[in-house]
């Protein structure tokens, strides 16, 4: 259906009632509403939250197939939050939990305890077909998934970090590096969710591959033999990169470059920049190399099986080689046809699916709205669908305390830090100081995406061709969640109307096929869901520096009294269960 303003299909409910309360019509939402708010603050899924079903459900019908939580789920989210809202327990949490897991006895009752608290909240599973009921749980509810092994650096043990995980897989499988497992487990997550996708595809008669909504993240920390390697590059390129005249200076970490990467096609060893930074020595760039392989690896499966690709952002000192490489896939994975397309079905072949990778921009980065508008442009003058995925941000406590001009007086633990000071130029964190500021940022970058979006909807419909731009919007802010829906509604890209006095957003295809919300509960009609979860998974002890930053960000994010807030939610949910 051609895209008009004052004709829009309606393909996808959004009932603000549910995004602002966590309520449908029929069930109390209040021990899923808040189970997790991660690192790129999505709504996350929680693994046993419901008895698995035994097959996918109505998929036109979600909100009869929602049900509410089990006791059991509501208690463990009420000891969760209780916990999050003692603020020096929760700073305390990752020197707590080295100290007691390094004793043998204490050992085990400790991992025991965080399995049943914070891993059942905040993971979906030991491995990806752990994850399996969950997916299909979700999937009846008419919502996605964006699956993320979380196995990441811990700041603590950066250097050669990867060794320090624990094993997993095959004995075949443990005679490779840890890192390389990383990779292998990457790729065979790319065939859980695709398999997933073709079972689901194949119980309701569906042919294309468009409408996938399981998603895959990843973590270049966790593909490296050492993670110092992405330092030593982005100090490489910081000092490289050529200068920009004054106003148009973008604060670090600046904007990747598309020869950012020829240093690791070189013969000869970096010159004398380097040599004044990090080192970026022989073995950084082998091991680089093999990064880029593997990656190309990775989105070379994600595009045979139909999957798309998320590469997450991680702290600013990783973040100008993680750029670099990002620029990089999506200038090869996500490239436009040079014909002029014509006007004709939606194709279904997999490799027509755009973006198939998307990058991390956070909002609390000073160089954000820079950075994305320099993206936008790119992605146009190199004719490549730019892929988006916008959040706020998880490290801002770290970053404060990385950065020589505050780490003094900040109030941050910065011994995780010492090793790895941030390698910014500037007089300034690359953070913005205030909250406030971050959330102008998020609100201001959602409305030039959702600009972006109008504008390529009308391109398409005068021209024909595929979508230049997709946008994934992981917020749980609820300001935020508001700017969105109106924006979309008030540029003619939804409609708001009344559904038994409810107010609803409907939002048509052409929209959806562009975007798509993390955390937002929805009423949909549509058979591909307008809503993601991250999902994590991994088993426990590789997990464990993740759950430590989780209860860290969980206490940030919520607020001052947020997690006390939502304890006393979780109680009163309790209290309505058993007496009524």
Known sequence: MAYTENSIEVSTLVNLKEIFTGQSSAHAKLGHRFEQCGPDQYYRGCAGSVPAPSAIRDANNPAANRQPPPLTSMLRSYVVYAMCSIPALVEWSPKILSSLISIPIVKDITESLVRATFFAQFVGGDTARDTLPLLEKLRAENKGVLFAYSVEVDESQATNAAASHSQFGSSENKQQPVHKRNVDEMISTIDVAADFEERYAHAYGTTSTSGRKTWIAIKLTALLPDAQSLTNLSSYLIHSRPHLSHHNQIPFPGCARSTDLDVLNSHSRPGDISDKVLPLTKEDVIALQELHSDLVRICNKGQERGIKIVIDAEYSWYQPAIDAFTLSLQRQFNTLPNSRWRRSPAPTDNNDIQPLVLGTYQAYLRRTPAHLAYSLQDAKANNYTLGVKLVRGAYHPHEMAAHPSFSATTTADTSPNSRLPSISPDPYPPVWLEKQDTDKCYNACARLLISEIKAD???????????????????????SCNIILKELVDRGLAVEDKDEGEIIIRIGTDVTDRLIFGQLYDR???????????????????????????????KSMLGEGGAVEERKRAGAAIRKRIFG
């Open 524 to 554: 949909t009609r549509s058979a591909s869901p307008m809503v993601i979860k991250y999902v994590p998974y991994g088993a426990l002890k590789d997990v464990m520096p993740y759950l430590s930053r989780r209860a860290i960000e969980n």
């Open 457 to 479: 909807i009308e391109r398409q419909v005068k021209s024909g061709g595929p979508a230049r731009i997709g946008v994934l919007f992981g917020t749980h802010n609820w300001e």
